[in-house]
């Protein structure tokens, strides 16, 4: 099987910008996580889809969000970029229809986005 | 903030010794996994813990998860080059269902 794909795997961009980034799961696999990875602050939770629904959210402010669709690829949006936004954004992907966090996640290679 | 947080944030080591990396939270786990990440990979999943005191080995290395579910540690002996990366633990709190990451511990091998 095709592990986790994501596009594109670099993007620079600008303050005030929106970007929009792509995660394919695994094939069968509906559940599907967003973290973000920087130095400072390490991975963090973003979200979590699972059949087309946001079924759990992390601390991050109203500019970040999500959808999932019915072939359970998923896409991020940052609208309005900061620079604090520079970060490895990692999805995974599960096949348990458990919460993310309760079955092995399979992390896919990351989107590295910089912020100008 | 983070609540699950992990020690030590580095950890340089002879080939061929044991350590041990330390996850630790104020709250109850519902459960704990373990992550590597090696330098410019992604995090790729090693183990999950559930229960109580439970201890899980996979070849060299032993996880361990605490009485109380606040704690685990990672234990690997007779560290290889191989062993090279970062090890994040991560786990659900319980008093908010939140899925928390600790820093890493990151690792470098003497050889």
């Known amino acids: 099987k095709a592990g986790v794909t994501q596009t594109p795997r670099y993007l620079i961009k600008t303050r005030g910008q929106q970007v929009t980034l792509s995660c394919s799961p695994i094939?069968?696999?509906?559940?599907v996580s967003w973290y973000q990875q920087t130095p400072g602050q390490g991975l963090q939770f973003l979200f979590e889809?699972?059949?087309?629904?946001?079924?759990n959210k992390g601390n991050f402010p109203g500019r970040f969000s999500g959808r999932q669709f019915s072939n359970s690829r998923s896409e991020m949006n940052v609208s309005t970029l900061e620079l604090g936004d520079s970060a490895l954004y990692l999805c995974?992907?599960?096949?348990?229809?458990?919460?993310?966090?309760?079955?092995?996640?399979?992390f896919g290679p990351g989107t590295r986005l910089t912020v100008l | 903030g983070q609540q699950v947080m992990q020690i030590p944030q580095y950890q340089h080591v002879q080939e061929g010794e044991d350590f041990t990396t330390y996850c630790n939270s104020s709250?109850?786990?519902?459960?704990i996994q373990w992550y590597k990440q090696r330098p410019g990979g992604h995090p790729v999943f090693l183990i999950q813990?559930?229960?109580?005191?439970e201890v899980k080995k996979q070849k060299r290395l032993t996880f361990q998860f605490g009485e109380a579910k606040k704690n685990s540690s990672l234990h690997i002996t007779a560290t290889q080059t191989t062993d090279v990366g970062t090890y994040f633990c991560?786990?659900?709190?319980?008093?908010?269902?939140?899925?928390?990451f600790g820093a890493g511990t990151t690792v470098t091998v003497r050889a």
């Open positions: 995974a992907s599960s096949f348990n229809e458990g919460l993310a966090g309760f079955s092995e996640q399979f």
């Open positions: 094939s069968g696999h509906r559940s």
């Open positions: 889809y699972f059949s087309e629904t946001q079924r």
């Open positions: 709250t109850t786990l519902s459960n």
């Open positions: 813990l559930v229960k109580s005191g």
């Open positions: 991560a786990g659900w709190t319980s008093n908010d269902y939140k899925l928390s």
